[in-house]
């Protein structure tokens, strides 16, 4: 679907874009939307929201759910791009704002592609447009001589474009959005012309709570967009969900098998996140120090993939606490000053005494040791 310098197909794509993998999903809703949809969307906004949240179709088609959480959430999100006003997506590490834009800018335009990854090196022609130098200095400035940005394309093609992490985004770079925001317009003053947006253009851009003070956005530029702040799932139910779906999704792409009986293994991980990250074990009755690391969902999702690795390849096949002890030790202690602490006393007070724990426990502190 979408161009790229290699010859591989998107059945062999490592990590395939939403509108490849998730395509028989978005074909069956856009057969069964009857609904309005706005200039240039793929699906109606009910259409985009059931991708999104999952459902049952009138034909029997079971859509996924892609995101696990409060609907509203997805219905202001979604609302927000029929507007004119770009959504920003914020939330603290692991709560799924990039994987909440892919799939919004799959289910509206059927290309999730047009991205920025916001970096402190991030240039203004990244947001705006640069310059073939080869054809700049042969044929001087020409409409062929310059190179569109993903944001320039999808304004000139009614598109959705997205920008990760911009607070990571220098300040002066930042504001280079106003403009496009405000006046749906992107000036190119060397050619005399500017790109005005065609109808069906958004913005989605992803911004990181615990990076707040890095370039925080100026107050012009913020009230352009449209927050909506993305929660950590609300109980270990939730999280366990999401946690399972994910590393079956993850599994299948890269052969991993993937046990019934991991389910028990995913909701150990998830438990030991969600105590540490609240201070306080599940039962209420010990508190706990918080490591300095987020212990996101995302980094649960990532240990539970690589004991399943290592169990696939260096195992039975069989998801065991010894697979993913290492994976633990490295999500919770980034500094060995003060998390090993937290670490050691959360292993000898709580697993060591929890029913059902103790295989983990000897795991847990012979990587420890």
Same mark, same amino acid.
């Given at each position: 679907?979408?161009?790229?310098?290699?010859?591989?197909?998107?059945?062999?794509?490592?990590?395939?874009?939403?509108?490849?993998?998730?395509?028989?999903?978005?074909?069956?809703?856009?057969?069964?939307?009857?609904?309005?949809?706005?200039?240039?969307?793929?699906?109606?906004?009910?259409?985009?929201?059931?991708?999104?949240?999952?459902?049952?179709?009138?034909?029997?088609?079971?859509?996924?759910?892609? /995101?696990?959480?409060?609907?509203?959430?997805?219905?202001?999100?979604? #609302?927000?791009?029929?507007?004119?006003?770009?959504?920003?997506?914020?939330?603290?590490?692991?709560?799924?704002?990039?994987?909440?834009?892919?799939?919004?800018?799959?289910?509206?335009?059927?290309?999730?592609?047009?991205?920025?990854?916001?970096?402190?090196?991030?240039?203004?022609?990244?947001?705006?447009?640069?310059?073939? /130098?080869?054809?700049?200095?042969?044929?001087?400035?020409?409409?062929?001589?310059?190179?569109?940005?993903?944001?320039?394309? #999808?304004?000139?093609?009614?598109?959705?474009?997205?920008?990760?992490?911009?607070?990571?985004?220098? #300040?002066?770079?930042?504001?280079?959005?106003?403009?496009?925001?405000?006046?749906?317009?992107?000036?190119?003053?060397?050619?005399?012309?500017?790109?005005?947006?065609?109808?069906?253009?958004?913005?989605?851009?992803?911004?990181?709570?615990?990076?707040?003070?890095?370039?925080?956005?100026?107050?012009?530029?913020?009230?352009?967009?449209?927050?909506?702040?993305?929660?950590?799932?609300?109980?270990?139910?939730?999280?366990?969900?999401?946690?399972?779906?994910?590393?079956?999704?993850?599994?299948?792409?890269?052969?991993?098998?993937?046990?019934?009986?991991?389910?028990?293994?995913?909701?150990?991980?998830?438990?030991?996140?969600?105590?540490?990250?609240?201070?306080?074990?599940?039962?209420?009755?010990?508190?706990?120090?918080?490591?300095?690391?987020?212990?996101?969902?995302?980094?649960?999702?990532?240990?539970?993939?690589?004991?399943? #690795?290592?169990?696939?390849?260096?195992?039975?096949?069989?998801?065991?606490?010894?697979?993913?002890?290492?994976?633990?030790?490295?999500?919770?202690?980034?500094?060995?000053?003060?998390?090993?602490?937290?670490?050691?006393? /959360?292993?000898?007070?709580?697993?060591?005494?929890?029913?059902?724990?103790?295989?983990? /426990?000897?795991?847990?502190?012979?990587?420890?040791?």
């Amino acid at each position: 679907m979408n161009g790229t310098l290699g010859t591989g197909t998107p059945e062999q794509a490592l990590r395939p874009h939403a509108e490849d993998t998730f395509a028989d999903e978005l074909a069956a809703l856009a057969a069964a939307d009857d609904r309005p949809r706005p200039a240039r969307w793929r699906l109606s906004p009910w259409a985009v929201a059931t991708y999104l949240l999952g459902g049952t179709l009138g034909d029997g088609t079971v859509i996924t759910p892609k /995101y696990v959480g409060p609907r509203r959430i997805v219905e202001v999100a979604v #609302a927000t791009l029929a507007t004119d006003r770009a959504l920003l997506l914020l939330g603290v590490p692991g709560t799924a704002k990039t994987w909440v834009s892919e799939h919004l800018a799959a289910a509206v335009s059927g290309d999730s592609t047009l991205l920025v990854q916001g970096t402190a090196g991030t240039p203004e022609e990244a947001l705006r447009y640069g310059w073939n /130098y080869a054809r700049l200095l042969t044929e001087g400035p020409s409409r062929d001589a310059l190179v569109p940005s993903p944001v320039m394309r #999808a304004m000139a093609q009614g598109m959705t474009a997205r920008i990760e992490e911009l607070t990571r985004v220098p #300040a002066d770079v930042q504001d280079t959005l106003i403009t496009i925001l405000s006046e749906k317009t992107l000036p190119v003053p060397e050619l005399g012309e500017e790109v005005q947006a065609v109808r069906g253009f958004n913005l989605i851009a992803t911004a990181n709570d615990r990076d707040r003070g890095v370039n925080d956005l100026s107050s012009a530029l913020r009230r352009r967009f449209t927050t909506v702040v993305l929660p950590l799932p609300a109980t270990a139910d939730a999280e366990v969900d999401i946690v399972t779906r994910r590393v079956r999704q993850i599994g299948s792409s890269l052969e991993l098998p993937v046990a019934a009986d991991s389910v028990d293994e995913i909701r150990r991980v998830v438990t030991v996140f969600r105590e540490l990250r609240d201070g306080v074990t599940a039962d209420g009755r010990t508190r706990l120090k918080s490591p300095s690391g987020t212990l996101s969902t995302a980094e649960a999702i990532s240990v539970v993939t690589g004991g399943l #690795a290592l169990a696939a390849h260096f195992g039975d096949g069989v998801l065991r606490p010894a697979d993913m002890a290492a994976g633990i030790l490295g999500a919770v202690v980034r500094d060995p000053s003060t998390d090993r602490i937290a670490w050691q006393e /959360y292993l000898e007070a709580v697993v060591r005494e929890r029913d059902g724990w103790r295989d983990f /426990y000897r795991a847990c502190r012979e990587v420890s040791a």
